[in-house]
C-alpha cells in the first residue's frame, strides 16, 4: 500500500515571501500522479498543483511549483510571493496510473498548515 | 459549470440513529468518491462509484454504504451512528474515475456530528 508522509505540522510564512512545504510517499509503483491540495477555513479541497511521474520536468502553476525528486520519492511544493490568501491546510496526495475499468483512490499526508503573516 | 454540491451540509445526530448524506457531481461526471476527514485518521477513502456501481471500497465497517443513481448523484448512509463518525464527509467526481491523471473535484463537505 502506498503512504504519504507530511512531517511539517505546521509553518509560517511572512507576506511575499517564499515557502517550501514537504511531502515524501512510498509506492513499488512506477506510473503515478502526485497532487497538492489547498484546503482553506471554507473546507473545500482545492486542487493547487498535480504531476506526472513519468515527467522529469517539475509542475508549475503561477506562484505554485513543485520539487519532483523521483528517485528520492520526495514531492514538495514552493509558493513563491506569500498571499494572505494561500493561507490554508495543504494536503499532499498519492494516485495510482490504473488500467481502465477500476478505480484508483486518492491517498493523503496528514497535511501542513500554512500561517501567511503580514 | 457548477460545482460539486453537497447536502446538506451540517448535520447534527445522536448516537444509534442513521444518516443519509447526498452528493451531485459536476454535470457530465460519472465517477464519485467519498472521503471522511477527521482530526485523528485524516482523510480516509470511503468508496467509489460509477454507473450506478461500486467499484472502489475503503477499510470501514459495513454501517458505511452507498449508492449511485442513473443520473450520477450519489448517496451515503451510515447507520447505527457512533461518536467516531463524528466527522468532516467530502465528495469528489471526475469524469471515468478510471485514470490517475484526471482531477477530482471537491464538494464543501457534510460536517456531522454525533452525540
Known amino acids: 500500500a502506498q503512504t504519504v508522509t507530511q512531517s511539517q505540522p505546521e509553518m509560517s510564512v511572512q507576506e511575499a515571501e517564499t515557502v517550501t512545504l514537504s511531502c515524501t510517499y512510498d509506492?513499488?509503483?512506477?506510473?503515478?500522479?502526485l497532487f497538492w491540495y489547498k484546503q482553506p477555513p471554507s473546507r473545500q479541497m482545492i486542487l493547487v498543483i498535480r504531476?506526472?511521474?513519468?515527467?522529469?520536468q517539475n509542475a508549475t502553476e503561477n506562484r505554485f511549483s513543485v520539487n519532483f525528486q523521483k528517485a528520492a520519492k520526495s514531492f514538495s511544493l514552493k509558493i513563491s510571493d506569500s498571499q494572505l490568501g494561500d493561507a490554508a491546510m495543504y494536503f499532499c496526495?498519492?494516485?495510482?496510473?490504473?488500467?481502465?475499468?477500476?478505480?484508483?483512490?486518492?491517498?493523503f499526508g496528514t497535511g501542513t498548515r500554512l500561517q501567511v503573516t503580514l | 459549470k457548477a460545482g460539486v454540491t453537497q447536502t446538506p451540509r451540517y448535520l447534527i445526530k445522536t448516537r444509534g440513529q442513521q444518516v443519509t448524506l447526498s452528493c451531485s457531481p459536476i454535470?457530465?461526471?460519472?465517477?464519485v468518491s467519498w472521503y471522511q476527514q477527521t482530526p485523528g485518521q485524516g482523510l480516509q477513502f470511503l468508496f467509489e462509484?460509477?454507473?450506478?456501481?461500486?467499484?472502489n471500497k475503503g477499510n470501514f465497517p459495513g454501517r458505511f454504504s452507498g449508492r449511485q443513481f442513473s443520473n450520477s448523484r450519489s448517496e451515503m448512509n451510515v447507520s447505527t451512528l457512533e461518536l467516531g463518525d463524528s466527522a468532516l464527509y467530502l465528495c469528489?467526481?471526475?469524469?471515468?474515475?478510471?485514470?490517475?491523471?484526471?482531477?477530482?473535484?471537491f464538494g464543501p463537505g457534510t460536517r456531522l456530528l454525533v452525540l
Open positions: 469528489a467526481s471526475s469524469l471515468l474515475g478510471s485514470l490517475g491523471r484526471e482531477t477530482q473535484y
Open positions: 462509484y460509477f454507473s450506478e456501481t461500486q467499484r
Open positions: 504531476q506526472e511521474a513519468y515527467k522529469q
Open positions: 454535470s457530465g461526471h460519472r465517477s
Open positions: 509506492t513499488s509503483e512506477s506510473d503515478y500522479y
Open positions: 496526495a498519492y494516485r495510482s496510473e490504473i488500467v481502465t475499468g477500476t478505480a484508483s483512490k486518492l491517498t
